[in-house]
Each structure stands twice: as structure tokens, then as C-alpha cells.
């Protein structure tokens, strides 16, 4: 336990440095571990890629049957206990699964309905006895699941929901009466885990609620953009009576429960990008050094280059993230059972504890795969608009996770206000950094010899970095007080720097890692990697506070505060053609994502 203590809690990576020897990197999988990676994506190639256009024309039970198939595989089951037929894997792995799963389209999209939130409300709130009834049945796939929380006026104010439920005079059942939408898997699903307000309930209270209780209708399938072959509802329930003792957890208790599963598919969603991210990836080199143009290959050209090398080192930054994140909400999750609190409990505690890395995993993974598709589109030219060559379908099928799980807008709000709260609860001393870097400000510089060891540059520009924000972001507390929250563009600004920083960290926490233990030469690519992404995240901080700044600043504060940005937000010049190239060559050689 004493090297657990050494990993940064929630939040804390504003403020704290941390080690790299504690860091957990995705070349440390077992054997094990990426077996189970590989027989998914064996399935993905055997059951899911010759039938993509039969799921798309949304071929009656055909997604219900290869979500079976999955089943029989344990790809619904990773989370599970062993005692209700899963595999009881760590949290670290069920992120690895939903990576190896994420190119799937609309079956990754229905698989993690089921899997995700369709299945953890009845794994970390039911009791016992629901447990024993409807996880087996979940586990195999001969029950399938979808989550109902969404109503026509309640889409990211959640707690809005109109959905009542009323207790008989008897006490035996509830009645449920209301309409959801865009619900996932909708048109097949046996199990609904519904939201909805108890009488006249403050807030809302979760139900696990059969298909065949009766009372359920759905609207014709949505017509969609993209995932077109996940099953997309509106679900009525008129006079659905639901046994009392399906009621799940506490009495105006699901908002909580809604919040908290929201957590994990944020950051889950981040694993799905990450894998459709390396597959567009594949392709996109696969059609670069396939595709001749004035008499050569047009990966041989500059321009492609960029393209895919901008796209590797984004799925890179990705994943160095994503599994830190992970790795801690086991640590997290191990310190808390052995402290004795119960397994769900714990298991749930360990990811809320992480929700601003959640949060901000959520808003980078998509965007870097929006990123990702819409370059492959251009590397493919022509083709890449045409129906008969894959990016058209993955360039669509992107656009919903910018959406789905909390809109980005959403998620960078909660960003900064989980990060304020936790400092108003004095679980993150926020105060006394952000003081220190105000007398900073009105010091001379130290002009003193640079260090040039390797990555000493980098640890310098990051601690940077976090000077930047805790000077903002102090001054707008400071500025607006209580109203800070209506000022939504200053909050975005920040969040994009407290963005760029946890994944720039854990970028360089990942390459030091691979430079120790691979040496100089085998991490030189990576390092390459990690020197364009700090310079151009020293360009993006300082856009974004100089947006800040001058959204509320005046004057001499304005001033001094633009003066300390530029000093904070400062890097030596690196040379980003030359790297791109030699990380773009290593794709182009190997002809497939190999990082």
C-alpha cells in the first residue's frame, strides 16, 4: 500500500507532480489481458466487419444475436462476479476490453449500452436478490439491457424528469407512467433500468423494469446520422406496474446512481474512441501507401505525413491517459476495500473519486477521434466520401460521442466546477499553489542555467503550464465569486488548459516510463511525440488564457497577468516537421497503428 500512496488523488494533478515508476503505461499488460484484447478483436473480424451494411439496414435480430455471440465469448461479462457467471476483472481491464471492442460501429455502441449502463446500476445498486435474477441472464446475453433517463425535456438536466411512478395502496408495485428517449437498444431490450420521480419526489429513483411486466411501448427507430444499426427508441410506459422490490437502491436515489454510472461511461466511452481511433488509423496508412499519385505513393508526400502523424500522436496521448486514469481508480478502489468498505461501494467510490479525469477523458477521446475520422476522409480523398471505402461510415459514426454520456460542453463545466468543489471541501488546496504563483508573478525571473537533462525541459513547461491556470482561474474565482458559472466561455477556456495538462502529463509520465525501460533508442519516436504535443499545447494554453484574461482583466492586472502568461506558457522551438516525419516513416513501414 505505501507505493499507492505515492498516486496523485482526483483533481490533484493540477497541483501535485507524479511518478513515473507509479505510473501504470499500456505496454505493462499481462499476457493475459491481451489475449482477451485479441480474441475481441478476432470477434470484431469474424462476427461484426463482413456484416456492417446488414447491421446498418438494422436486419431484424440480427444485433441481438451477435450480442448473444458475444456473450458466449464473456465480452458482456468482464465487470461481473465470478458467482453470477463473469469474469471479475479489475477496472484497468474493462477499460482494455472496451478499447479492443471501440471500432465495432453500432455494435460497440448496443455492447456498451448492455455491458455499461445497461447492466453496473443492477452490479453496483441492486441487492442480493436482483443481483442473483438478472445478472446471470445479462452476463450471457439472454437478457438484454438498455438504460432509460433521457425525456424530451430533460437531456443534460437530468433530475427534470417528468416520468412518475406510484406506490399501490397495497405497497406491491409501482405504477409507472412517462416517455423516454434516444434510448439504446430500445427495440430489443428485456431489461430497463428507468428513472423516474416517486409521487411528488424531489429526485428521481431507479427501477429495474422487465419487458414483459407489460405497459411498454416504442416509437419506430430513430433515423440517425451515424450508428445507424444500434437501436435508437422512444420508450412509453403507460400503467407499467413494477414490483415493489424492483425499486433499485435507495428512494430518490437515482439521480446518484445516474451520476455515478455516468462517470464510468464517460471514461469507457474514451476506451471505445481510442479503439475506433487506431482502426481509422490502420486504415488510413493502409490507403496512404497503397494509393499512388503523380507516380508515387502518397504517403511519401509531406502533407500526408503530417496528417497521419498528428493522428497517431493523438490516439498516443489517448491512451497514455486513459490507462493512468484507470490504474488509479483501482488503486483507488484497493485502498477503500482494504479500509473495509463494501465491494460495490468501493468499486463506485473509486471512480467518482477520478470524475474530472472521467470528464475531461470523455471530451478529449471523442474529439481526438472526430480528429482522427475527419483526416482520414481527407487522406482517402474521393474515396473517403464514398459509401463503398470505410470512412464515410466511421467519419459519421464519430460524431455521436461528442453527445452521447454528457454533451463536451457539459463535461468541460463540470470539469472546472468538480475541481472548485473539491477545493471548497478542502479536498484539494488550491488556495495556497494559486498564492504562490501571485507572488511569482511580482518576482524577477529566474534567469538561472537551464537544465538539459532529458525531460527536464518538459517537467519545467508543465509545472508552467499548471502556473497558468491556478493564476487564471484564482483570479476569476476572486473576480466573479459566486457568478463564476454563468461566465460558461471563461470556464471553457480553463478546461481546455486543465485538458491539455493532464494529457501532456501523462504523455511524459508514459514516455519517461518507456525511455527507462526501453532505452534511448527504442523511445526516441515516443519522444518525438512528446515534444510536438508540449509545443503545441504551450500554443493552445496560452489562446486559451489570453481569452480568459481578456474576457474579465483590465488594466494593469490585465497586464501583469498576460505578462505571466507568456512566461508560463513559454517553450524552446522544436523542430515539429522534422519530428512528424520520423514518426509518421515508423507508421508507414510498419503500415498499421504499431505504438
Excluded at 41 to 54: G, H, M, S
Excluded at 82 to 96: A, M, P, R, V
Excluded at 497 to 519: C, F, N, P, W
Amino acid at each position: 500500500m505505501e507505493e499507492n500512496k505515492k498516486v496523485v488523488k482526483g483533481g490533484e494533478f493540477l497541483i501535485k507532480e507524479s511518478d513515473f515508476n507509479t505510473t501504470f503505461t499500456p505496454e505493462e499488460w499481462s499476457e493475459e489481458q491481451r489475449m482477451m484484447s485479441d480474441s475481441c478483436k478476432d470477434f470484431l473480424e469474424q462476427e461484426v466487419y463482413p456484416n456492417l451494411d446488414r447491421i446498418d439496414s438494422m436486419e431484424e435480430g440480427l444485433m441481438p444475436s451477435i450480442l448473444e455471440k458475444a456473450g458466449e465469448l464473456g465480452l458482456l461479462s468482464i465487470s461481473i462476479p465470478e458467482k453470477f457467471g463473469g469474469f471479475e476483472k479489475d477496472f484497468n481491464t474493462s477499460l482494455y476490453i472496451n478499447e479492443a471492442t471501440g471500432s465495432g460501429h453500432s455494435f460497440a455502441v448496443s455492447l456498451a449500452a448492455h455491458a455499461g449502463i445497461g447492466t453496473l446500476p443492477i452490479l453496483y445498486y441492486g441487492n442480493e436478490e436482483q443481483k442473483a435474477k438478472y445478472l446471470p441472464n445479462l452476463a450471457t446475453g439472454a437478457w438484454k439491457a438498455s438504460y432509460c433517463l433521457t425525456e424530451p425535456g430533460s437531456g443534460s438536466d437530468a433530475n427534470s424528469g417528468k416520468t412518475k411512478a406510484i406506490l399501490s395502496d397495497d405497497g406491491k408495485h409501482y405504477t409507472i407512467n412517462g416517455q423516454k428517449m434516444w434510448i439504446t437498444n430500445g427495440g430489443f431490450a428485456d431489461i430497463f433500468v428507468v428513472f423516474a420521480k416517486i409521487s411528488d419526489d424531489d429526485n428521481l429513483t431507479g427501477f429495474i423494469v422487465e419487458k414483459d411486466f407489460g405497459g411498454i411501448t416504442l416509437n419506430p427507430e430513430e433515423q440517425k446520422m451515424g450508428i445507424k444499426g444500434s437501436s435508437t427508441r422512444q420508450v412509453f410506459f403507460t400503467d407499467c406496474k413494477v414490483p415493489a422490490e424492483n425499486l433499485l437502491g435507495e428512494r430518490q436515489g437515482g439521480f446518484k446512481i445516474a451520476l455515478n454510472i455516468l462517470n464510468i461511461g464517460r471514461i469507457k466511452l474514451a476506451g471505445a474512441a481510442l479503439g475506433a481511433s487506431k482502426k481509422i488509423i490502420d486504415n488510413s496508412v493502409n490507403y496512404a501507401n497503397e494509393r499512388s499519385q503523380f507516380g508515387r505513393s502518397i504517403s511519401k508526400y509531406g502533407s500526408i505525413k503530417k496528417k497521419l502523424s498528428e493522428q497517431v500522436i493523438r490516439a498516443f496521448a489517448t491512451e497514455s491517459a486513459l490507462y493512468r486514469c484507470g490504474q488509479n481508480i483501482d488503486l483507488a478502489t484497493e485502498e477503500l476495500l482494504a479500509s473495509g468498505m463494501e465491494e460495490a461501494k468501493a468499486k463506485l467510490k473509486g471512480v467518482e473519486e477520478y470524475a474530472v479525469e472521467a470528464a475531461i477523458l470523455k471530451v478529449y477521446g471523442s474529439e481526438v477521434l472526430d480528429f482522427i475520422a475527419d483526416e482520414g476522409v481527407q487522406i482517402y480523398g474521393g474515396m473517403g466520401y464514398s459509401a463503398d471505402a470505410p470512412m464515410e461510415r466511421s467519419y459519421r459514426d464519430a460524431r455521436i460521442n461528442r453527445i452521447f454520456e454528457g454533451t463536451n460542453e457539459i463535461n468541460r463545466m463540470l470539469t472546472v466546477d468538480m475541481i472548485l468543489k473539491k477545493a471548497m471541501k478542502g479536498q484539494l488546496d488550491l488556495m495556497g499553489p494559486a498564492q504562490a504563483v501571485g507572488k511569482e508573478l511580482m518576482s524577477i525571473p529566474d534567469f538561472g542555467a537551464e537544465d538539459e537533462t532529458l525531460f527536464a525541459a518538459e517537467h519545467k513547461y508543465l509545472k508552467n503550464f499548471k502556473k497558468a491556470v491556478l493564476m487564471i482561474a484564482g483570479d476569476a474565482v476572486q473576480t466573479f465569486m459566486t457568478t463564476l458559472a454563468k461566465e460558461q466561455e471563461i470556464i471553457m477556456n480553463l478546461s481546455d488548459m486543465l485538458i491539455d495538462i493532464y494529457i501532456a502529463e501523462s504523455m511524459l509520465l508514459r514516455v519517461q516510463k518507456i525511455h527507462a525501460t526501453k532505452g534511448e533508442e527504442a523511445s526516441a519516436v515516443y519522444v518525438d511525440m512528446l515534444k510536438v504535443f508540449f509545443n503545441d499545447a504551450a500554443n493552445r494554453i496560452n489562446l486559451n488564457g489570453k481569452e480568459a484574461i481578456t474576457s474579465f482583466a483590465e488594466g494593469d492586472k490585465m497586464r501583469m497577468m498576460m505578462l505571466g502568461l507568456k512566461r508560463f506558457s513559454k517553450t524552446a522551438p522544436v523542430n515539429t516537421k522534422e519530428a512528424r516525419r520520423r514518426i509518421a516513416s515508423k507508421l508507414i513501414v510498419e503500415n498499421k497503428y504499431c505504438f
